[in-house]
């Protein structure tokens, strides 16, 4: 597949993803559990500075702020008539910072809702997929991210409506480890997960979010080992702390990028940070796996 101009193909070299959103505006002012998309209407310059200090540390794959972009995420804060616009403009925002130099992702988080216990029915999670890929994609998303899913049939409808825009779409589930294995909050394993993601028209699979990156690279290994397609992790800084209110992540960018030649060796093709994680972690990332890089940093 083509990447930036340039021909790629799995072997050819580690592309670089961005680190965490969330924990980034909290540290700019947002408050805890207020929705960051809002910014990309009130903030843009602070939504845009966090895309172009992540383009400056070398990520070539930035995502949008639009993680909690669903209908049904934005109507919890009063926003679901800005559906749209919030999406289309979190895109552009991006866009507008990557100037071809990274590729813009969409992204889709969890709906918030339980598809299992009869919350929302498959038709309302595909029409409201559906309506924030399309959103995303006129706003000039070149690739959809599904994020952070747990519940595999909601993976499923979350990928089917991305794909229908004609966008490349990553699926990624987040899991902890127990004596069983590795599991989604939900139960679903790695195995199912990744069969279910690639019949519902992933390009890639993978993992985000969860435990702490210690605990992803054993991960990483079973994903690769279960498909010849792209992997794509974004592991956490450990486990978080609750101060003042708000979540901390004692984890540091250089014990961060201690797991990431594993992830390298492991076959993992695009690979970022998820909760604490920041600029400086991808620039660590970038020294410390610059020979396997497909893009250089900087």
């Not at 709906?111 to 000039?140: N, P």
């Not at 939900?186 to 199912?192: I, L, R």
């Not at 708000?246 to 992830?263: G, N």
Request: proline letters at 4%.
């Amino acid at each position: 597949m083509e990447i930036l101009g340039k021909e790629w193909k799995r072997g050819d070299g580690v592309i670089l993803a961005d680190g965490a959103w969330g924990t980034e505006f909290l540290k700019r002012g947002l408050t805890q559990g207020n929705p960051a998309e809002e910014w990309n209407l009130t903030q843009p310059k602070e939504v845009q500075a966090i895309a172009r200090e992540y383009l400056a540390a070398g990520s070539r794959i930035i995502l949008t702020n639009t993680f909690q972009g669903s209908r049904f995420q934005l109507e919890r804060h009063g926003l679901g008539g800005k559906v749209r616009e919030i999406n289309r403009t979190g895109a552009t925002l991006t866009r507008d910072v990557c100037e071809g130099k990274a590729i813009t992702a969409g992204d889709i988080g969890p709906s918030g809702k339980l598809l299992l216990m009869g919350e929302v029915t498959e038709e309302e999670l595909f029409e409201a997929f559906q309506e924030q890929a399309e959103a995303l994609k006129e706003g000039g998303a070149q690739w959809i991210v599904v994020e952070t899913m747990t519940d595999i049939g909601e993976m499923e409808i979350a990928v089917k409506a991305a794909s229908s825009t004609g966008l490349p779409v990553v699926a990624s589930l987040t899991y902890e480890r127990n004596p069983t294995g590795y599991r989604t909050f939900m139960g679903h394993s790695p195995e199912d997960a990744v069969a279910a993601a690639l019949k519902a028209g992933a390009f890639c699979v993978g993992a985000n979010c969860g435990s702490g990156i210690d605990t992803y690279v054993e991960l990483a290994s079973v994903l690769r080992s279960l498909t010849d397609k792209p992997v794509w992790i974004k592991a956490n800084a450990g486990l978080p702390e609750l101060v003042d209110g708000k979540p901390r992540y004692r984890m540091d960018p250089e014990t961060y990028a201690r797991y990431i030649p594993s992830l390298a060796e492991a076959g993992v093709d695009f690979i970022g940070g998820c909760c604490g994680t920041s600029p400086a972690f991808i620039r660590k990332i970038a020294e410390t796996i610059r020979d396997h890089l497909f893009f250089l940093a900087g």
